[in-house]
């Protein structure tokens, strides 16, 4: 990979959270869908026993809610709704047919911003609706029908969180290069040409400052040089 033809686009540290936030969401996942449903014993093989199921779901998605939120504030700056949006959302067909050319897109599109301002709030619903439900620490302190409105919500929330996980891994694997972006970190200028004008142009001026600051150091400094040269 010759990386002067690649933009960073994810830092290392937002993909190490991103990718362990996955792993422990299919557990979550998974092992909440074994508590509603025990009959389904293959989802709560993966931490063992119904009892150590029990125990782990909410340790596990407390975790989760943490390295969301620190994705948050890495991330919501970037997708905070701006008037560019709006053309985005008017071409929209356009998009869909892969023809975003000439259609101003920042580092997110609307699709994007939507999909994380869903997930923030779900997994937000999901912790505080999951600390109400949970018996051992803390649901003593509840009403039994507190409860029992936490567990309807907890039980929608964890539903839509499903499905948008699911609607957003098949948008990455529809759009191509962007796994391979969220591994390397790294895409190629000409995807971000392609999916992300706005926030390509940003990209490189960014780029032809640095080589320009650089190329001038250089200047500079080999001019002290001649000057201070013996005679």
Sequence with gaps: ?????????????????HWCMVCLFILTALSGLFLFFPSIKLFGLLLGTPQLVRALHPMIGCVVFVLLMFMFLKLAHHNIPNKADIIWIKNFKHVIMGKEEGIPIGKYNVGQKFLFWCIMSLITVLFITGMIMWRRYVSDYFPVQIVRIAIFFHSLAAIGLILLAIGHAYMALWVKGSIKGMITGYVSRAWARKNHSAWYEEEMAKIYQKELNANT???????????????
């Design 1 to 17: 990979m010759n990386k002067k033809d690649m933009i960073l686009r994810t830092p290392l540290i937002v993909r190490f959270c």
């Design 217 to 231: 150091q250089a200047e500079t400094e080999q001019t002290t040089k001649v000057e201070h040269k013996p005679a």
